[in-house]
């Protein structure tokens, strides 16, 4: 199943989601990792404060993958100028 994600927050609830679907605990997670289970509550916590590496590392154990998904190119927005008047 694909969950499309736009912000870290939203992370977080599919990492609890996916460790309690695989019937691990914290402390189980954390021991797979080399970290401690008081780490374990802070990833899922703010995922967004997380390096990726570690996060990798949680989702590999959890048997789970990140995906890239490229919708194509973005228009940039125009650069913003002097407003008229302005010295």
Known sequence: M???LKMPDQLRP???ALRKQRGMTQAQLGAAIGVT???V???EANPGAVSLQ????VLAVLGATLVIHD???VAA???PGPSKGSW
């Open 77 to 79: 927005e125009p650069a």
């Open 14 to 16: 599919q990492l609890q």
């Open 54 to 57: 570690q996060i990798m590392q």
């Open 2 to 4: 694909d969950y499309p």
């Open 71 to 73: 919708h194509g190119p």
């Open 37 to 39: 289970q008081a780490r």
């Open 41 to 43: 509550v802070e990833i």
